[in-house]
């Protein structure tokens, strides 16, 4: 819900929603991707450095964002955060 407030440029309401969510102990779940390669699903989740191949899928990754920065094929609606979040 903070997120929507955010996005949709109530910065306040998106800041008390947070520190309710904080006082009531409440928190929000790591965002979660499963990639299928070949017959193997592989599994990312925010924070977790444990993917055994995590170096060079980090390498990859950065080297994308970077490159897509350089040319500027990024929307100017969509905010840096969630920008990188595509990419990831």
């Known amino acids: 819900m903070s997120n929507i407030y955010k996005r949709s440029g109530k910065r306040e309401e998106a800041a008390e929603m947070r ?43 950065t080297d994308l964002s970077n490159k897509m920065r350089k040319n500027k094929n990024m929307n100017s609606d969509v905010e840096e955060d969630e920008f990188l979040l595509l990419v990831l």
Request: charged share 15%; net charge positive; with cysteine.
């Open 19 to 61: 520190m309710n969510m904080k006082e009531r102990g409440l928190k929000k779940p790591p965002g979660c991707s499963w990639i299928p390669v070949w017959f193997q699903t592989h599994t990312f989740v925010v924070g977790d450095l444990s993917h055994p191949q995590f170096e060079a899928l980090n390498w990859v990754v």
